[in-house]
Nanobody, 112 residues
Framework: QVQVRESGGGLVQSGGSLRLSCAAS????????VNWYRQTPGKERERVAR????????DYADSLKDRFTISRDNTKNLVYLQMNSLKPEDTAVYYC?????WGQGTQVTVSS
């Protein structure tokens, strides 16, 4: 059974930082693209960043690439999303996806 789980969300003030983690069991993350998405109520889910299995290829939403960094640790089967200089508009539920599997999401709230 494949399970994907996000962690690291929370409440942070504008300008602060958070690091999200994505853990997957039952699937080897290193074999796939791993994606981070986010969604706010009433809006479509937006891909934030993704990283290729070897960790050497990553891409980002254009509006976020200066503040967000995706990385992976294949020895731990974890993918991280480092988010810096957070803004209130970054408030969303952040989801991780691996292959066709999704986590339940982790809430990020940025206060002004």
């Amino acid at each position: 059974q494949v399970q994907v789980r996000e962690s690291g969300g929370g409440l942070v003030q504008s300008g602060g930082s958070l690091r999200l983690s994505c853990a997957a069991s039952g699937v080897t993350q290193s074999a796939y693209w791993v994606n981070w998405y986010r969604q706010t109520p009433g809006k479509e889910r937006e891909r934030v960043a993704r990283i290729f299995f070897n960790g050497r290829i990553a891409d980002y939403a254009d509006s976020l690439k200066d503040r967000f960094t995706i990385s992976r640790d294949n020895t731990k089967n974890l993918v991280y999303l480092q988010m810096n200089s957070l803004k209130p508009e970054d408030t969303a539920v952040y989801y991780c996806s691996v292959a066709a599997y999704w986590g339940q999401g982790t809430q990020v709230t940025v206060s002004s």
